[in-house]
């Protein structure tokens, strides 16, 4: 096994490749994280609290309605806690298929794309000094991703979290068993 990081390790066996990436933070960051979500939680609890004691009328309506949109942010910022503190992107290759699958303790969904169907395998196109780009890099999103492809028309984006020399690195190794790939499918 090869370690391209302390996040990130690569298996090499014939006619198969292996990437793991963890999605771990620093101690701080992921104190940070937790200590969010949980004063999330703690927030919307009080306010349930409240709606509940408060007599029919407008108030109560409009905190339950403010409920709901808290319920959809707790469940974005729990999906992102549990991603950086169990969380790994899992790539394999595989009889020419690349399966990619974003694993949090065991569970998530693998999507396979055909090594023939794949294009364009590259960096992510990204401007760096949009507003987009920097809330997706941020650590408390499940996004940051650095590589993307092109498969039957469609764009794929990948490689979660990684820095430039992390994803230069594994770059270099997808576009080389994408090239043995091909090879042996000419010899074929």
């Not at 396979?112 to 650590?139: T, V, Y």
């Amino acid at each position: 096994m090869e370690r391209v990081s302390d996040r990130v390790s690569v298996n090499r066996e014939p006619g198969r490749t292996t990437v793991v990436i963890s999605a771990r933070l620093s101690r701080g960051r992921e104190a940070l994280l937790v200590a969010w979500t949980l004063a999330w939680l703690v927030c919307g609890g009080l306010i349930l609290w409240e709606a509940l004691r408060q007599p029919k009328g407008e108030l109560r309506q409009y905190l339950f309605v403010f409920l709901a949109f808290w319920t959809y942010f707790l469940v974005r910022v729990g999906r992102a806690a549990l991603w950086r503190l169990k969380g790994f992107e899992l790539w394999r290759i595989k009889d020419g298929v690349l399966t990619i699958k974003d694993s949090v303790l065991g569970y998530g969904k693998a999507t396979d794309h055909a090594m023939e169907n794949i294009s364009d395998l590259g960096p992510l196109d990204r401007d760096q000094r949009s507003w987009k780009w920097h809330l997706n890099e941020s650590f408390w999103v499940m996004g940051g991703e650095r590589l993307q492809f092109t498969a039957l028309g469609r764009k794929v984006a990948f490689g979660k979290g990684l820095n430039d020399a992390e994803a230069a690195r594994l770059l270099a190794i997808l576009k080389h068993a994408q090239l043995q790939f091909r090879t042996r499918e000419r010899s074929a």
